[in-house]
């Protein structure tokens, strides 16, 4: 049941991405060459409400689903491995025209060749738990 949920979910948020067009490449070209100002207003928009539902969250000690309590941990900054991340990050959002999330949408949408997208990010993320142990953090 967690897994149709999830898709159901995850479905519901797809629409939002291709009806805003923060999965058009034409839009996150326009981001990187500093062009427009849409997908940063969608982004400051997401940083926005996050940061509000991590301060309700706080503040009313708001619960899970299950009646769990909410557990945030304390984050460490590391500014190297950050900035690392970031331009790795950001290089293959800027070569592929998405980033992780939408890369399903694309698919959604008809767009296929976003299957090779998601086979890279799969390999990445197990070459990365491969090495994690050996990797700085």
Not at 42 to 71: C, M, N, P, R
Request: aromatic fraction near 14%.
């Amino acid at each position: 049941m967690k897994y149709i949920y999830a898709t159901l979910l995850g479905m519901f948020f797809s629409v939002p991405l291709v009806k805003g067009e923060v999965i058009s490449w034409f839009r996150i070209q326009e981001m990187f060459l500093f062009e427009s100002f849409h997908m940063y207003g969608v982004i400051g928009s997401a940083i926005s409400v996050g940061a509000l539902s991590i301060f309700l969250i706080k503040k009313y000690q708001i619960k899970t689903i299950k009646g769990e309590d909410v557990v945030l941990m304390p984050k460490v900054l590391r500014v190297k491995s950050n900035i690392m991340g970031g331009v790795l990050f950001g290089f293959g959002w800027a070569m592929t025209g998405a980033c992780p999330g939408p890369i399903y949408a694309h698919i959604g949408y008809g767009n296929t060749i976003m299957l090779v997208s998601i086979l890279c990010a799969l390999t990445g993320a197990f070459v990365y738990g491969v090495f994690k142990d050996k990797l700085p953090h």
